[in-house]
């Protein structure tokens, strides 16, 4: 199993940037598939971007293509989301999830996940 921790939300203006960070535990880090998914209240749940276990495959949701750049370290067990051009319908609750068996941009094919951490964009 994995359990993962998000960090490096915050508030942001309009046009700024963020980085989160999803540190990952456990050897088996690089057997799963990463994604980052966003929650925004009352709404469900949605994909952002994912990344191949490896590293060398990428996903983006099309609101996050051009803007968004997912990455991952696994020898520090972490992934990145680099958020650029920040918009306020990027507010939301970012977590970070791991699929040990699907390339996807289902959250049910999701089995672990952080607990979030809060990106707030104002206008």
């Known amino acids: 199993q994995v359990q993962l921790v998000e960090s490096g939300g915050g508030l942001v203006q309009a046009g700024g940037s963020l980085r989160l960070s999803c540190a990952a535990s456990?050897?088996?880090?690089?057997?799963?598939?990463m994604g980052w998914f966003r929650q925004a209240p009352g709404k469900e749940r949605e994909f952002v971007a994912a990344?191949?276990?490896?590293?060398?495959?990428?996903m983006y949701a099309d609101s996050a293509k051009g803007r968004f750049t997912i990455s991952r370290d696994n020898g520090k067990n972490i992934v990145f989301l680099q958020m650029n051009s920040l918009k306020p319908e990027d507010t939301a609750v970012y977590l970070c999830?791991?699929?040990?068996?699907?390339?996807?941009?289902?959250?049910?094919?999701?089995?672990?996940w952080g607990q979030g951490t809060q990106v707030t964009v104002s206008s």
């Open positions: 990344i191949s276990r490896g590293g060398l495959n990428t």
């Open positions: 999830a791991g699929a040990a068996a699907a390339w996807s941009r289902w959250t049910r094919d999701y089995e672990h």
């Open positions: 456990g050897r088996t880090f690089s057997n799963y598939v």
